[in-house]
């Protein structure tokens, strides 16, 4: 699980070769969530203030997670993306 970004306790990661639709996952503490890149859907536990910053950075950086997500896809090392600020 290649971690691309950390911020306030949350990691930030991608697996290779996942299933469709493009996403990635969060974890904060014991809670985790599968959220889509594109529409912000969220499976999992993460919820609150967590789910709000994760859901703030996505929209931040949607072109660099559709980028990590096509980089996965192809076994490429996944590229750094910033935390939120």
């Known amino acids: ?3 691309i970004s950390r911020f ?3 990691v930030v990661y991608m697996n290779f ?3 469709e639709p493009p996403h990635f996952h969060a974890r904060y503490g ?3 969530s599968s959220i889509e890149i594109q529409t912000g859907t969220e ?3 993460l919820r609150g203030r967590a789910l709000k910053l994760v859901q703030e950075w996505r929209v931040l950086h949607q072109a660099e997670l559709f980028e990590n997500w096509l980089r996965a896809r192809q076994h490429r090392p996944l590229l750094p993306i ?3 600020d």
């Open 17 to 19: 070769d996942d299933h």
């Open 82 to 84: 910033p935390p939120l």
């Open 1 to 3: 699980m290649p971690t």
């Open 43 to 45: 499976i999992g536990t």
């Open 8 to 10: 306030y306790g949350i």
């Open 30 to 32: 014991e809670s985790e």
